[in-house]
């Protein structure tokens, strides 16, 4: 089966990437073709610094890799190497209706919360289309906040080959089940753009250092708490043993335990949790060319396979005759 996934390069990958997306990507990989990239043109619809993209993107490059992704037999691209998606995305778009992206609620989302609607955002979810079209893709493993892209995708699909004959696999979504949403250290979703996050692989005292800022309330000591609304407590969830955690459940139940040990305890877990891999990062740090070129190699292998979808679908609709 035919996997594809896209992150965008607007920040640095935390760890609710991580429990949320990049986890299930890096698995998927020991039994599926596996085809993964970071979505630099998508992220310019929210028009960052020309220096951040650049940078962000090799950040996401180095952390997949430093945690496991294998770039003999995964493909492993930046988006914007492989243009051909973005002239499938105009052929894509003339059989699109208004309607269908007037729908969707991560733009009206996105718009709700202030950010002023370039065309680029719009037009978004065609893009996304195209990425998926292009590559033959049977599977995209997405969060649940990507459902409505993956049926947008679908229509889209079945309608052009409906008008021009089938030249696209109509893809099914697979929605990772996330351990439910990661919060941040303010208690929100942790997201790049709340500045909440945790990063898998900032210096272990910024680890320390954020995780003893988490929001808890202000239960004294002694008095038992209630795990249940706890952040530290459903961030413990995702990285104690289950003896531990039925431990510190029965900790918080009975009073006499303090959040900053809960909070202390918690930090340890994160840094010795992704230890293994730090240093693998620290090494691509100091050899981006290495990452260059894994990313170069994997542009090569996907543009094959995009030049050629592209072909098709430029023959099926009447151009170059
Ligand atoms: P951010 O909100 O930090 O910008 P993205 O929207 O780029 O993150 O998300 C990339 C992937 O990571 C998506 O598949 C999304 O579902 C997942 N993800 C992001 N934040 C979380 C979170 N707090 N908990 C679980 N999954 C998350
Ligand atoms: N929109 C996705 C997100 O924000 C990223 C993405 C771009 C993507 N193109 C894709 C995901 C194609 C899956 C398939 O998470």
Same mark, same amino acid.
């Given at each position: 089966?035919?996997?594809?996934?896209?992150?965008?390069?607007?920040?640095?990958?935390?760890?609710?990437?991580?429990?949320?997306?990049?986890?299930?990507?890096?698995?998927?990989?020991?039994?599926?073709?596996?085809?993964?990239?970071?979505?630099?043109?998508?992220?310019?619809? &929210?028009?960052?610094?020309?220096?951040?993209?650049? +940078?962000?993107?090799?950040?996401?490059?180095?952390?997949?890799?430093?945690?496991?992704?294998?770039?003999?037999?995964?493909?492993? =691209?930046?988006?914007?190497?492989?243009?051909?998606? /973005?002239?499938?995305?105009?052929?894509? &778009?003339?059989?699109?209706?208004?309607?269908?992206?007037?729908?969707?609620?991560?733009?009206?989302?996105?718009?709700?919360?202030?950010?002023?609607?370039?065309?680029?955002?719009?037009?978004?979810?065609?893009?996304?289309?195209?990425?998926?079209?292009?590559?033959?893709?049977?599977?995209?493993?997405?969060?649940?906040?990507?459902?409505?892209?993956?049926?947008?995708?679908?229509?889209?699909?079945?309608?052009?080959?409906?008008?021009?004959?089938?030249?696209?696999?109509?893809?099914?979504?697979?929605?990772?089940?996330?351990?439910?949403?990661?919060?941040?250290?303010?208690?929100?979703?942790?997201?790049?753009?709340?500045?909440?996050?945790?990063?898998?692989?900032?210096?272990?005292?910024?680890? +320390?250092?954020?995780?003893?800022?988490?929001? /808890?309330? &202000?239960?004294?000591?002694?008095?038992?708490?209630?795990?249940?609304?706890?952040?530290?407590?459903?961030?413990?969830?995702?990285?104690?043993?289950?003896?531990?955690?039925?431990? =510190?459940?029965?900790?918080?139940?009975?009073?006499?335990?303090?959040?900053?040990?809960?909070?202390?305890?918690?930090?340890?877990?994160?840094?010795?949790?992704?230890?293994?891999?730090?240093?693998?990062?620290?090494?691509?740090?100091?050899?981006?060319?290495?990452?260059?070129?894994?990313?170069?190699?994997?542009?090569?292998?996907?543009?094959?396979?995009?030049?050629?979808?592209?072909?098709?679908?430029?023959?099926?609709?009447?151009?170059?005759?």
């Amino acid at each position: 089966m035919r996997v594809l996934s896209g992150i965008q390069p607007s920040g640095r990958l935390h760890i609710g990437n991580f429990f949320g997306a990049i986890r299930q990507h890096l698995q998927l990989q020991t039994e599926h073709d596996c085809f993964y990239f970071i979505a630099d043109f998508h992220a310019l619809t &929210s028009n960052p610094e020309p220096a951040d993209i650049a +940078r962000y993107s090799l950040d996401v490059a180095m952390d997949y890799i430093a945690l496991g992704l294998d770039s003999e037999k995964t493909i492993f =691209w930046r988006q914007s190497d492989v243009p051909e998606v /973005t002239e499938l995305t105009w052929l894509l &778009s003339c059989i699109t209706p208004m309607g269908l992206l007037q729908r969707c609620v991560s733009f009206k989302d996105k718009v709700a919360a202030g950010l002023s609607p370039n065309h680029g955002l719009f037009a978004y979810p065609v893009l996304q289309a195209a990425d998926i079209l292009i590559y033959k893709s049977d599977l995209v493993p997405v969060g649940a906040d990507q459902k409505q892209h993956i049926e947008v995708t679908r229509d889209i699909a079945i309608r052009f080959n409906n008008t021009y004959g089938e030249i696209f696999t109509v893809p099914n979504e697979y929605i990772i089940e996330s351990v439910a949403v990661v919060p941040g250290t303010d208690g929100r979703k942790m997201s790049k753009s709340y500045g909440n996050t945790i990063e898998m692989f900032e210096p272990e005292g910024a680890i +320390r250092k954020k995780v003893m800022r988490i929001v /808890t309330d &202000s239960t004294p000591v002694e008095e038992p708490k209630n795990p249940d609304n706890c952040n530290v407590f459903t961030l413990l969830k995702l990285f104690a043993s289950s003896q531990e955690l039925t431990e =510190w459940e029965n900790r918080y139940r009975s009073g006499g335990t303090g959040y900053a040990e809960a909070k202390k305890r918690l930090a340890e877990l994160v840094i010795d949790y992704f230890k293994p891999f730090r240093q693998k990062r620290c090494e691509l740090e100091k050899d981006i060319s290495y990452v260059k070129q894994v990313l170069s190699k994997g542009a090569g292998r996907a543009k094959a396979i995009a030049a050629e979808t592209l072909a098709q679908a430029r023959k099926a609709v009447g151009l170059g005759a």
